[in-house]
């Protein structure tokens, strides 16, 4: 490291990947980066590389990987290319159907709030709609 570059220590790499501490720590304790050994008497030194580690999880869990599957992207790596792509083809098949799924509870809820009516204080036409024996089962 140079002076312009001070060692990465956790805060350090915490505060470059916009993350806080305890994720770092939990990151080590799935085996997602590893964990330097700590000097005696000193602090542990974080490789550059860390940060886009971090970087790399972080977006991965945006997308909608779990950790466990973002440690297998990481494990596969560069030279696995074809495995990788099936991994992301299944997660975007995952998501396709969490999306058809939230599209048909979108499309009961507008069902349910036309029958909603507010001039009635008698009956409520939503209540009466989730009540119903059948209501959103397959």
């Not at 560069?78 to 991994?87: A, I, R, Y």
């Not at 969490?98 to 979108?106: E, M, N, V």
Request: hydrophobic share 35%; glycine share 8%.
């Amino acid at each position: 490291m140079t002076k312009n570059n001070p060692p990465l220590t956790i805060g350090r790499l915490a505060k470059a990947a916009n993350v806080n501490i305890e994720t770092i720590r939990h990151y080590q304790r799935k085996g997602l980066i590893v964990e330097p050994e700590k000097p005696l008497g000193g602090f542990r030194h974080y490789p550059d590389t860390s940060v886009d580690r971090i970087r790399f999880v972080k977006r991965a869990q945006q997308l909608g990987f779990s950790l466990e599957e973002i440690k297998q992207l990481l494990t596969l790596g560069d030279q696995h290319c074809g495995d990788v792509q099936s991994l992301a083809k299944e997660k975007r098949n995952e998501i396709q159907q969490k999306i058809a799924g939230l599209l048909t509870i979108q499309a009961a809820l507008d069902d349910l709030i036309s029958t909603c009516h507010t001039d009635d204080t008698t009956h409520c036409g939503f209540i009466d709609g989730l009540s119903q024996k059948g209501f959103l089962e397959k």
